[in-house]
């Protein structure tokens, strides 16, 4: 299994551009996240899933969209960037498994870095 | 509205030393108490994680210690090596709901 894979790996824009970031997971996860990750400000959740169709805002959603279209995609969009939203990007997923230590453990991708000028 | 705090926000020990990361919430709901370890260019992992109801888990060299009275835990990470070295993140949440992340610590372990 590849577990969580994210597209792409680095990207550059230019202020104004709009992209869109992939996430897929092969581990047939219910649970799909978005965070992004700042220096000094840890892992700040953007929007969130819990199943196919559903979208949900998190602590950070300004000046994104998200697309749950498929069980195992999760789709980032920005708009018209801004060098604000400059980060690297975390998808993650998971799945509740029950009353033990491990549920709601979250499975990370590699990351997308995210540079706006 | 910051729910997890963490300190410190770095560390440098020896190794061998017992570096500890310290976390403290405000929401009493919790329950369901995360660390994640994450290497320098890659995403976090589950480390070690801790429900409310036992004050102590050991895995291997890593302890999550749990104060529910006073709502901290803490990481003691044992004989720590250089291979230790990472950002670590402690965490919580409630039930199946999204997890709160704090802000991280990033742990230097020098020869």
């Known amino acids: 299994n590849a577990g969580v894979t994210q597209t792409p790996k680095f990207r550059v824009l230019k202020t104004g551009q709009s992209m869109t970031l992939l996430c897929a997971q092969d581990?047939?996860?219910?649970?799909m996240y978005w965070y992004r990750q700042d220096p000094g400000m840890g892992l700040r959740l953007i929007h969130y899933?819990?199943?196919?169709?559903?979208?949900a805002k998190g602590e950070v959603p300004d000046g994104y969209n998200v697309s749950r279209l498929k069980k195992q995609n999760f789709l980032l969009g920005l708009e018209s960037a801004a060098p604000s939203q400059t980060s690297v990007y975390f998808c993650?997923?998971?799945?509740?498994?029950?009353?033990?230590?491990?549920?709601?453990?979250?499975?990370f991708g590699p990351g997308t870095r995210l540079t706006v000028l | 509205q910051q729910q997890v705090k963490q300190s410190p926000q770095s560390l440098i020990v020896q190794k061998g030393g017992i570096p500890i990361i310290n976390c403290a919430y405000e929401?009493?709901?919790?329950?369901?108490f995360p660390w994640y370890q994450q290497f320098p260019g890659k995403g976090p992992a589950l480390l070690i994680a801790?429900?409310?109801?036992?004050s102590e888990k050991k895995e291997g060299r890593f302890t999550i210690s749990f104060n529910k009275s006073a709502k901290q835990f803490s990481l003691h990470i044992m004989d720590s090596q250089p291979g230790d070295s990472a950002t670590y993140f402690c965490?919580?949440?409630?039930?199946?709901?999204?997890?709160?992340f704090g802000t991280g610590t990033k742990l230097q372990v020098i020869p």
């Open positions: 993650a997923s998971s799945y509740p498994s029950g009353w033990d230590v491990s549920y709601n453990e979250q499975f």
């Open positions: 581990m047939n996860h219910e649970y």
């Open positions: 801790i429900r409310p109801d036992v």
């Open positions: 899933s819990v199943g196919e169709g559903t979208t």
């Open positions: 965490a919580a949440s409630r039930s199946y709901q999204k997890v709160t």
């Open positions: 929401n009493t709901a919790f329950d369901y």
